[in-house]
């Protein structure tokens, strides 16, 4: 079974400061790796997403995430956040090998950017 | 806008009510699913249509009815709900099974 552990519920941070916000996975087969994004009153966005090739993996707004398979990891990370960067963030996993749906998502990463 | 049109956005029904969610996408995909996102609790898959075929429910209680008539249309019926039932209604699909999901804006759903 896979899971996807998100180890910060909030993250509050200053306009124009760096953010991490931290994901961890957990699966015995190889995973694709994605990212998402939820502003208020809105359905989920893909950010972002690791398929295969380079670990390293960029958004069109500046984020980026970096799949680290020694560590299990999925970090998202940008150098310098935006007031309208404020929204839940998820991280989700999913088993390219199974035939069956397969995409867990962690509980989510409220990022609040204050001014 | 993701090609992922959901209708209602907001409903408000009584727990006597017979409702449904309606799920639309023109983009191609062959899986659509419903999850269910509610307060202080992380994302719950409910259904998941596979070419038309239900491959998953997770233990979701009858009184939610999922129907899959084509691979472009989806819909949740709802009847006899709880007030626990009230919740982001959010509908999603992807290409195939293991790839990203696109998602509808939600339906927000009331049970008083």
């Known amino acids: 079974a896979q899971s996807v552990t998100q180890l910060d519920s909030q993250v509050p941070v200053f306009e124009e400061a760096p953010v991490e916000l931290r994901c961890n996975y957990s699966?015995?087969?190889?995973?694709?790796l994605f990212w998402y994004v939820q502003y208020p009153n809105q359905g989920l966005q893909l950010l972002l997403k690791?398929?295969?090739?380079?670990?390293l993996v960029e958004s069109i707004n500046g984020f980026e995430a970096e799949f680290n398979k020694s560590q299990t990891s999925f970090h998202l990370r940008k150098p310098s956040v935006h007031i309208s960067d404020t929204a839940e963030y998820f991280c989700a996993v999913s088993n390219p090998e199974g035939s069956n749906y397969k995409l867990t998502f962690g509980k989510g990463t409220l990022l609040t950017v204050n001014p | 806008e993701t090609g992922v049109t959901q209708t209602p956005r907001h409903l408000v029904m009584g727990m006597t009510n017979k409702k449904s969610l309606k799920c639309e996408q023109h983009l191609g995909h062959n899986a659509m699913y419903w999850y269910k996102q509610s307060a202080k609790k992380p994302l719950e898959l409910m259904f998941v249509?596979?070419?038309?075929?239900?491959?998953e429910n997770n233990s979701v209680p009858s009184r939610f009815s999922p129907e899959c008539p084509n691979s472009s249309h989806l819909f949740l019926h709802l009847h006899t709900l709880q007030p626990e039932d009230s919740a982001l209604y959010l509908c999603?699909?992807?290409?195939?099974?293991?790839?990203?999901?696109?998602f509808g804006q939600g339906t927000r759903l009331t049970v008083v």
């Open positions: 690791y398929l295969s090739g380079s670990t």
């Open positions: 249509y596979n070419f038309k075929e239900q491959t």
């Open positions: 999603a699909s992807s290409r195939r099974a293991d790839t990203e999901a696109f």
């Open positions: 699966s015995s087969v190889s995973v694709y």
